[in-house]
């Protein structure tokens, strides 16, 4: 290698590590900048470790010596009672319980049970055991569940020495493993939602025989997660739902034979479901649950007939809140009601003599809990109702101190303390709820001004300064920013020292200090050459016409956000602007001089926007969307078969456009033909297994025994992931070429393929990463994908032939399409559609990081796709370039734009979000958008970094080691 | 390096030339100058009238029902813009071939109909349901917009391939053609007040992109007149 030559090419190799470095630091300032806000904006609640006792007559005699707590996990409300004239599969199955309740009023007794968002079983066995309110950052945790550090019924059953035997859902076992009897502990794994009845046979398995032996036990929970996983599988209206219903109606029949008449049983739905079968969020059907109490001695004490009318579904019958659960039990067993309780005893369940003690026991409760805690305690409303309260029950036990000789003598003044502890724990609990809510201003304007100050950087980066110029100034950025760092470390470590800010641990304060030296150490070199003026008239992006249609994109997609509305059909207002981008290419393209241009214009305008409609016809609704929207994201036989033709297509298409530039060559046929091929094929047969797994009626034919089934599953996603992700990138490093000598007779080669020497060997990268995605989207999710690869090669061949690359269209309208599919592969920008069962394809139980990469790669694999795809708009249908250091620059004005137009869209999400934190709607559309606006931008920066640093990286070095001079 | 410069300079590669297209000049089919009479009024009127008459309680009916009058009114247009442009032109054709041409033209309107419902779809309009409105809300388009096109402009092609690509010289001269693209623009701009959560009635497919392409092509008329 002459040495002119290794000179030049170290020298790209430094622009190239130092690019890297720059758009790293810009992803670090961003990622600081979402903790900060998300820090300010999903407060989280301060847990308390204090633990009550009985001290000070705090507790019950116990009524029931044992209790038996069976979660029906999903149980809707509807499901329990009888639905007059309903034939839909989900009613009118579990009889029993409304049965009982009928038959004996004052032993059986059933009730709506009201759960607080968010509505995921984690937050849900948190609230019925410590009595708390859930905070919303918890919903992102429900994988590894910690053991639980709030007081609860739980831990004070074992404190007291009771025995709790426990069987069926796993997240039990996370939570309360210490308190749990070993011996008669038996978890089962809750993630796998294909599975419907494991764990429920492991119940039934190891209920009965307990149950038979009371003695051995106090108190007994049992979760059943069959009707659960039938909505997560198959939606409330399957037939399995009916089978599940009936086949739980039919073990509570037998647990109530089994009952002695001294246990206490409660069966209980810790959510409910939407009418697609998911839950996590707020809508009724997912907060409104059952509950049912019963024991075979009379000690229920009903209110008035109407407020049990199961009309309507129940729409006027009484509802008690879930976390009123933890008081009545606690009282009820003799133990002390946990510490952090913010739950009222359930009226029906005491003698009317013990009702006023039991209220006075749980408002000295909350009074307690209040008064130790930061934010509540400077509560005077709320204190002067206690001093109410205890001026009332002074006055009823008198000086004599006999609280039953009080309470008998003047029942009117225990009836209407009962009254007044009951408006004093509800106002208490809206008061909590009110605060919970709240947000810390100071860490949202933080976040809000760091990812404005890297949406100015990326601007200036991307846009403003020439992508020359920005190639010889990566240098001095970094240096600037290491010159920086050391002062914004100490100064804002000098500020955590001496003034202690209240909310900024040393964590955040040096994380803040990293970002304030990412941004100086950006502006200073800027700033040092440019005046604000020059760069404001650099706005040279704006002149063309394309240009300003990107500008006005990004000001619709940032505007959207603005109003709910506009926020919940997102899908199809980005949808729409795609298709303008297409008339506008049409136009464009029927106007070439050119006639061969033209026609390939023309023609793969008119595919991009059939291949955008057809993209839009796959939607799964969002709840908000009501009845304007048709869902049609499922699983179906025609979506499985789908597959098998996206296997033949998407190598056949990819073939035709790299034959465009006879770059279909060496390499090529082999990754494409064979290597893509056989990987899609086995995708789609994955999910051939899958839907035969499910359909109930098919394996009954076949006669497929499971555990084979799962096994094939399972290997066949595990060769899938490692080829796409290892294997295959390993490959691809050692640097698969394109092209391909031709001799012609004169002695004169030609070399095919020579055309896009960057572009070709890049694509089959970009398939590598595109592959495993589509192994983790649900049939109809790879189908889009499939789309989604059509319509951006479609899109590489228009900004060839329309003379876009450079143009901030292009990287705009790559954006849109992310968005674009991250709708049409079945999501919504809300909790309850994350599709939590693809964690399990590669690994049955929880694994770090397997699960989350699945699910991850699952949610935003259009934005993962679309990031690969990305440099290719700069390396596709290029000769070998003289300059590869200006190539790495382009392809890095590129990445930027990309990352400026989603820093603009999540800057809007989180203005919004802050905006409109007390609007109605905040925890329904603005916070989950912005928290996918939040992980759509640090997770597109981490990528860019990894296309640019890796992908563009090798490929430039390779091709400049090959044809440089 | 292993390769000779010299194979390099013989490579083949798919390259694609881009000469800039230089724009074949419109004529203008008349010297039509500013004028209230081409100011499409009717446009207003129309739309105010099927409102009266009913648009938000039956859409699909109304917007049927009121296609004659569309129709009525577009040929007393037509008749408008023709016989603007007859003041100074020779009078080559007699008034049976504008006759000819103004009740042929509604047949080729009726046609056109047609793509542009499919442009419709492709922009994103339900495809499972509401086609007939769909349909209607085309046939609408195609009167109101394709109509005084095809009359003013007629059958040449290379003329309405410069107005598909808004390769137009002088804007001042084509009254019918600026209310046409602010009719588009209007119906464009139609669509974004359907996913507000106000409850109206007239938020209902396709009212709104009806009141946005009438209003363009009365705004646009306007427009013209004071360029």
């Known amino acids: ?965 | 390096m292993a390769r000779k410069p010299v194979v390099k300079k013989l490579v083949s590669f798919l390259d694609v030339i881009l000469e800039a297209p230089h724009p074949p000049t419109l004529e203008p089919p008349s010297e039509t100058s500013r004028s209230l009479l081409n100011v499409p009024i009717h446009a207003l009127l129309l739309i105010w009238s099927y409102f009266s008459f009913g648009l938000t309680r039956d859409v699909a009916g109304t917007m049927a029902r009121m296609i004659p009058n569309l129709i009525l009114l577009q040929i007393g247009y037509a008749y408008v813009l023709l016989s603007k442009g007859k003041t100074k032109r020779t009078k080559k054709k007699g008034r049976g071939n504008d006759n000819v041409l103004i009740y042929a033209s509604l047949f080729v309107a009726l046609v056109a109909s047609i793509p542009i419902f499919s442009v419709l779809v492709l922009f994103g309009s339900p495809l499972y349901d509401h086609l007939k409105e769909t349909y209607l809300l085309a046939l609408h388009l195609s009167f109101l917009i394709i109509y005084p096109l095809l009359v003013v402009y007629q059958y040449d092609l290379e003329v309405w391939f410069n107005l598909a690509t808004f390769n137009v010289d002088s804007l001042a001269q084509n009254p019918v053609y600026v209310s046409s693209v602010a009719a588009f623009v209007g119906a464009w701009l139609g669509v974004f007040p359907i996913p507000l959560d106000w409850d109206r009635p007239w938020q209902a497919w396709p009212i709104t992109l009806l009141v946005g392409s009438y209003l363009g092509y009365f705004v646009g008329g306007v427009v013209h007149y004071f360029l």
């Not at chain 1, 007994?220 to 198959?234: E, T």
């Not at chain 1, 086995?682 to 035969?692: G, H, K, Q, S, V």
Request: aromatic content about 10%; glycine content about 6%.
């Open chain 1, 1 to 965: 290698m002459p040495p002119k030559f290794e000179a030049k090419h170290g020298k790209l190799r430094v622009t190239h590590a130092l690019y890297v470095v720059c758009l790293l630091s810009l992803g670090l300032l961003q990622a600081i900048g979402i903790g900060f806000f998300a820090k300010g904006f999903l407060l989280s609640r301060q847990v308390l470790d204090f633990n009550a006792t009985c001290a000070h007559d705090a507790c019950l005699a116990p009524a029931f010596s044992r209790a038996v707590v069976l979660v029906v996990d999903a149980l809707r409300f509807d499901f329990a009672i009888p639905v007059a004239g309903s034939r839909e599969p989900y009613h009118n199955n579990l009889r029993f319980l409304h049965e009982l309740a009928q038959d004996l009023p004052e032993h059986a007794l059933l009730l709506k049970f009201l759960a607080d968002p968010p509505t995921t079983t984690l937050q849900r066995l948190k609230g019925l055991t410590t009595g708390s309110l859930p905070t919303f950052v918890d919903a992102g945790l429900n994988f590894d569940g910690d053991v639980i550090d709030e007081d609860n019924w739980i831990a004070q059953l074992w404190r007291r020495g009771s025995r709790v035997a426990f069987m069926g859902d796993d997240t039990w076992d996370a939570l309360f493993r210490p308190y749990l009897a070993a011996n008669m502990s038996f978890p089962y794994p809750s993630l796998d939602v294909r599975d419907l009845d494991t764990v429920d046979n492991g119940v039934i398995e190891h209920l009965f025989p307990l149950l038979a032996q009371p003695q051995h036990w106090d108190v007994l929970v049992g979760h059943f997660l069959g009707v659960d996983h039938v909505g997560h599988r198959f939606g409330p209206k399957h037939s399995s739902m009916r089978v599940k219903q009936l086949q739980m109606d039919e073990i509570l029949r037998q647990v109530v034979d089994e009952l002695d008449d001294d246990t206490l049983l409660v069966v209980l739905g810790d959510h409910g479901m939407t009418r697609t079968g998911d839950h996590g969020g707020d809508s009724p059907e997912e907060l409104e649950a059952a509950v049912f109490f019963h024991a075979k001695r009379p000690f229920i004490h009903r209110k008035l007939p109407e407020n049990y009318d199961i009309a309507f579904q129940g729409r006027n019958h009484r509802a008690v809140n879930q976390i009123d659960l933890v008081p009545t039990l606690s009282l009820l067993l003799g133990l002390p009601i946990p510490f952090n309780n913010l739950g009222a005893p359930i009226d029906e369940l005491f003698r009317p003599e013990q009702l006023p003690v039991a209220h006075y026991m749980t408002a000295r409760q909350i009074n307690e809990y209040r008064a130790v805690t930061d934010i509540l305690q400077g509560d005077d409303v709320i204190n002067g109702m206690y001093r109410g309260l205890e001026k009332m029950w002074s006055n009823i036990v008198g000086e004599t101190e006999d609280v039953a000789a009080g309470l008998a003598a003047d029942p009117a003044a225990s009836l209407a303390f009962v009254e007044a502890a009951s408006v004093y724990h509800h106002t208490s609990l809206e008061r909590c709820r009110d605060l919970w809510a709240r947000f810390d201003a100071k860490l949202i304007l933080m976040g809000i001004t760091l990812i404005a100050l890297s949406l100015i950087i990326l601007t200036i980066y991307a846009r403003l300064i020439p992508s020359v110029v920005i190639s010889q100034m990566s240098g001095e950025f970094v240096t600037s920013m290491l010159a920086v760092l050391p002062l914004g470390l100490v100064v804002l470590g000098a500020i955590h020292a001496i003034i202690k800010p209240e909310n900024l641990s040393w964590a955040w304060s040096l994380s803040l200090g990293v970002a304030t030296a990412i941004v100086l150490g950006f502006f200073a070199p800027i700033f040092d050459r440019y005046s604000l003026l020059w760069l404001l008239a650099q706005a040279r992006d704006l002149r063309d016409w394309w240009s300003l249609f990107g500008a006005l994109c990004i000001v619709l997609h940032v505007l959207v956000f603005a109003l709910n509305s506009f926020t919940i059909w997102e899908d199809k207002i980005i949808t729409f602007l795609l298709s303008t981008f297409g008339f506008l290419c049409l136009v464009e393209a029927v106007k070439l001089t050119n006639k061969t241009a033209r026609v390939i214009a023309v023609y793969h305008a008119l595919v991009f926007l059939a291949l955008t409609r057809a993209a839009a016809l796959i939607t799964l609704c969002r709840e908000e969307q009501g009845e304007m929207c048709t869902p049609t994201f499922g699983l179906s036989w025609w979506a499985v078969a789908l597959l098998y033709v996206v296997a033949i297509a998407l190598p056949l298409s990819v073939r035709g456009f790299m034959k465009l530039t006879s770059s279909y060559q060496s390499a090529a046929p082999f990754w494409i033909g064979r290597g893509l091929t056989a990987v899609l094929l086995l995708n789609a047969f994955y999910w051939t297994m899958d839907f035969f797994e499910s359909g109930e009626h098919f394996s009954a034919r076949f006669s497929i025994d499971e555990a084979v089934l799962e096994l094939a599953m399972l290997t066949v996603a595990r060769i899938v992931m490692g080829v796409g992700l290892g294997a295959a990138n390993f490959g691809w490093a050692r640097g698969p070429l394109c092209i391909q000598l031709e001799f012609a007779r004169d002695r004169r080669a030609t070399i095919l393929g020579y055309g896009n020497v960057y572009g070709a060997s890049y694509l089959l990268f970009a398939l590598n990463v595109a592959s495993v995605v589509m192994l983790v989207s649900k049939p109809l999710g790879a189908v889009s994908i499939f789309i989604l690869i059509n319509q951006l090669l479609t899109l590489l061949e228009l900004f060839d032939v329309l003379s876009l690359r450079k143009s901030l269209a292009a990287p705009v309208v790559f954006g849109l399409l992310a968005t674009a599919h991250f709708f049409s592969t079945g999501h919504q920008a809300t909790l309850s559609s994350i599709q939590w069962e693809v964690g399990s394809m590669t690994t049955r139980e929880i694994t770090m990081p397997f699960t989350h990469l699945n699910i991850f790669l699952n949610s935003f694999g259009s934005y993962v796709v679309v990031c690969v795809f990305l440099p290719l708009i700069v390396l596709w249908k290029i000769p070998p370039s003289p300059k590869p250091i200006s190539l790495v620059a382009k392809a890095a004005e590129c990445c930027a734009t990309f990352a400026m137009y989603q820093t603009a869209v999540t800057l809007s999400t989180l203005v919004f979000a802050a905006v409109f934190r007390r609007h109605l709607m905040v925890w329904k559309i603005f916070a989950p958008r912005f928290m996918m606006g939040g992980i759509v931008l640090v997770s597109t920066t981490v990528m860019i970094v990894v296309v640019f640093g890796f992908g563009v990286g090798r490929v430039v070095k390779q091709m400049n080691k090959i044809f440089g001079k």
